[in-house]
């Protein structure tokens, strides 16, 4: 534990080293708060409070993704990490070293959307939902973790960024996160409650809101998560096999 | 009597195979380190000196055989808690700083050198705060060689620790890696230069195409591995004694022999008519070449 904090402390340092890291994965949903939620919802305090916490989903996404997808991949590149494997501790430090930095990095990039959130427009939160909706924010990483950590560990970096610049649009479109709560388009609210992100977002509506979360969506998360953990692991013991073996 | 011995030795290989695909990289290859004891793994590159590095550290499995590290598995990680190893020097984190480095190892030990010891050490008392990335070639090399020893290791394990540096920087390292072998430590590095391994190690095992082509100490191995080259022109050649290996190029002769003195003597009392005569050393690969391309009969002999 003593380790894993260690590990993550310098997985950030190295992060913030490189802030338009951070930048990015907190630019997106800034500027989708400013052109379109700003304008369109800021007025209606419950449609903009449903709207940002669609954005918040959007950036814990994107925030996953990148930064496990693109930066574990990037890492594998570098001797370093065969290095930290002879040092006497096993791997599990460095991965949960990871995880946690990469929450302590999620939150960082949700600072924007939430400031621009309650300085710009009506949405509202009571503290209790906040509290909830913080927690959230954790649960709702995991399927994303478990996405960008696949990426990472089966694609060379040049490739995973690519992935996950490929992948992180149409899961926000389709999931619905660009549009009030039902609705969306006809055809993305049919599609919408297959894609991990309409799960995801429903918990944060409910969260910030008096949204009931949709069954389907619900139990589709749930696969998305099993099946997105089995792929991580596969990708983690297949990368381990061929490299250290 | 038996457990004092065992506990003495602090690496062993024991018939290890490793293959990638195709490739068998080491061929049953058997070694021992001691406690004590300075070792210099010898070969040209591609002889599977880092393959058995890997092994002994655990970053890889053999495809059979056996990898001892103080008396356990190397890939679990309490056998490493005595063993300190280098990393590649491209491979420092370029955004974190020096001293950040050396805390980070430091974290994984129990009772690690203090920062300031170990960078005095190297060295690289002024550059704590200066970021890795920042680092000339020979200053990274210098971190990297130190973060094997920041845990109080019994065991060293250096992969190539002077490639590509300069003499001084070179020197400095030595002067490290031998204070602290004369402090009790015991330190296996790989390099593919003799004068290396010359400087450093008393005992040195020669590697090339997978197998362990001599064990033994600095002096019998230069012996063998310290061929030269003697060229000459002349229309025909007696056969000659200690020749391990005859070229003919442009006209030239060129006969490969450990010991270039009683060649040439028996050259002048075999009455040959010959000119030009020049004698060289041979580069490593050219030696182990020789070795290898008859078997290593020269080598027993």
């Known amino acids: 534990m003593q380790l894993a904090l260690v590990h993550a402390r310098y997985q950030l340092l190295e992060t913030v080293r490189i802030p338009v890291a951070i930048f990015g994965s907190a630019f997106f949903p800034a500027a989708a708060m400013l052109f379109f939620v700003v304008p369109f919802a800021g007025k209606d305090p419950v449609g903009a409070t449903y709207a940002t916490a669609a954005m918040v989903t959007f950036s814990v996404m994107s925030a996953n993704i990148f930064q496990y997808g693109v930066g574990v991949a990037e890492d594998r590149d570098q001797p370093w990490n065969p290095y930290t494997r002879t040092l006497p501790a096993g791997s599990a430090p460095r991965f949960a070293g990871r995880v946690m930095a990469g929450l302590v990095l999620t939150y960082l990039s949700l600072v924007p959307v939430v400031v621009i959130a309650a300085t710009l427009t009506e949405a509202r939160i009571d503290p209790a939902s906040f509290l909830l909706a913080l927690v959230t924010v954790a649960v709702i990483s995991v399927p994303f973790t478990l996405m960008g950590l696949t990426i990472g560990y089966s694609l060379p970096s040049k490739a995973a960024i690519v992935v996950a610049q490929l992948v992180f649009f149409p899961l926000a479109f389709g999931g619905g996160l660009l549009s009030a709560p039902d609705q969306a388009p006809g055809f993305i609210e049919a599609i919408a409650p297959y894609l991990p992100t309409r799960g995801a977002v429903e918990l944060m509506w409910a969260a910030v809101g008096d949204y009931s979360v949709n069954l389907l969506s619900l139990v589709m998360l749930g696969v998305w998560v099993v099946v997105l953990a089995a792929l991580a692991g596969w990708a983690y013991r297949r990368d381990e096999g061929r490299r250290f073996s | ?301």
């Open chain 2, 1 to 301: 009597m038996i457990n004092i011995v065992e506990r003495d030795i602090l690496a062993r290989a024991e018939r290890v195979s490793r293959r990638y695909g195709d490739v068998l990289a080491l061929d049953q290859v058997d070694l021992e380190v001691r406690a004590g004891e300075l070792v210099g793994l010898l070969g040209p590159n591609g002889a599977g000196k880092s393959t058995l590095i890997s092994l002994l550290v655990g970053l890889r499995k053999p495809s059979s055989g056996r990898v001892e590290l103080n008396g356990g598995d190397p890939r679990d990680p309490a056998s490493r808690r005595q063993i300190g190893v280098t990393p590649q020097e491209t491979g420092l984190p370029g955004t974190l700083r020096v001293g950040e480095v050396v805390d980070f190892v430091s974290a994984h030990y129990p009772d690690p050198v203090p920062r300031g010891d170990l960078l005095d050490r190297f060295g690289l008392a002024d550059l704590v705060r200066r970021q890795c990335g920042g680092l000339s070639g020979g200053q990274k090399r210098r971190l990297a060689v130190a973060l094997a020893f920041v845990g109080r290791p019994r065991l060293v394990v250096l992969d190539e620790p002077t490639t590509g540096l300069d003499v001084e920087a070179r020197h400095t390292l030595w002067e490290a890696i031998r204070a602290f072998h004369a402090d009790g430590g015991t330190v296996l590095l790989s390099s593919h230069y003799l004068e290396e391994v010359e400087a450093l190690a008393r005992r040195v095992v020669v590697i090339g195409q997978g197998r362990v082509l001599a064990d033994d100490t600095v002096d019998a191995v230069r012996a063998v591995v310290g061929v030269r080259r003697v060229s000459l022109t002349a229309e025909t050649l007696p056969p000659l004694p200690g020749v391990v290996r005859t070229e003919h190029v442009d006209g030239r002769t060129h006969l490969l022999t450990a010991d270039a003195d009683q060649l040439v003597r028996d050259l002048v009392a075999s009455g040959v008519d010959f000119r030009d005569l020049e004698v060289r050393p041979t580069s490593l690969e050219e030696a182990f070449l020789a070795i290898t391309a008859t078997d290593a009969a020269p080598a027993a002999a």
